[in-house]
């Protein structure tokens, strides 16, 4: 009981002081109300599992999972790599250059756009628990399968996006470029793939995410002895819910700073988009 009553306290308190920061508007307030909000949730998911006695194979305390990171970083490394830059980042970077290049073909060819299109509609339809066990089968257990995986579920939200954004020009902006003597290839580079640049960057931040995900499953139908989705489908076997989540964290983490990564690049190559200036 003790446990539940300290918690709610700093509850409590936090958003007390969360409260005062917005108000206030302190300086560096947007940084420091999620992270007391996080830390306070934390403290909550703590006080709420040993004030209830809840069993560590049903939810385990966060100190228990951070005992998991701390005491398993090698084993936490090697899933990361494993998962992450050998399949999930090499099937992000194959698949949605490839769905550039096609969107690009596309925009060419109105013939393309009308047969491409329903197949990359279809692809995008087939469901993840399906198509892994049939890219193992074809690639192998190792990364290769994942990768193709990831390829499969980032190619059509990076194509439609890159179609899309290919057609945002304008008449009056393309006939400007007719009159200069303007080819396709001038206009593509200098006009129509910078207004492109928004609609593209949305594409890559949708895929983050789908391609973390789609490794991370592609792994539960065979995988070599390491990666993220391995782990968590044996550590699930073993009852030991502490490195679950500890993987969870992780790949949380991974997702997160992946997607801002890409944000960052989007803020600086679109400064001039009226959805990145800053409002006065």
Not at 60 to 79: M, R
Not at 253 to 261: D, K, N
Request: aromatic share 12%; proline share 6%; with cysteine.
């Amino acid at each position: 009981m003790m446990w539940i009553l300290i918690s709610l306290a700093i509850w409590i308190a936090a958003i007390a002081l969360n409260l005062f920061l917005v108000r206030q508007r302190a300086p560096g307030s947007a940084f420091l109300v999620p992270v007391i909000f996080g830390f306070t949730v934390l403290i909550l998911w703590e006080g709420m599992v040993r004030g209830f006695n809840i069993s560590p194979v049903l939810l385990p305390p966060p100190s228990s999972i951070g005992l998991a990171l701390a005491s398993e970083t090698d084993i936490l490394w090697q899933d990361l790599v494993q998962t992450f830059f050998k399949g999930a980042l090499t099937g992000y970077v194959m698949g949605c250059g490839a769905a550039v290049l096609i969107a690009i073909a596309i925009d060419r060819s109105p013939f393309l756009q009308r047969g491409l299109l329903p197949v990359g509609n279809f692809i995008a339809a087939l469901p993840i628990v399906g198509l892994a066990p049939i890219m193992v089968m074809w690639f192998g257990f190792d990364w290769h399968s994942k990768a193709a995986v990831v390829v499969a579920m980032v190619f059509f939200p990076m194509l439609v996006n890159t179609v899309q954004g290919l057609q945002a020009t304008d008449h009056m902006q393309r006939d400007l470029m007719r009159t200069y003597a303007a080819g396709y290839a001038p206009t593509l580079l200098k006009l129509r793939l910078p207004a492109a640049m928004p609609f593209i960057f949305n594409g890559l931040k949708i895929s983050t995410t789908l391609a973390l995900i789609g490794a991370i499953v592609a792994e539960f139908f065979g995988s070599p002895i390491k990666g993220m989705g391995f782990r968590i489908s044996t550590e699930v076997g073993r009852l030991s819910l502490d490195m679950v989540w500890a993987e969870i964290t992780v790949a949380a983490i991974l997702g997160s700073g992946f997607y801002g990564l890409v944000a960052l690049m989007e803020k600086r190559m679109t400064f001039w988009h009226p959805s990145q200036r800053k409002s006065r």
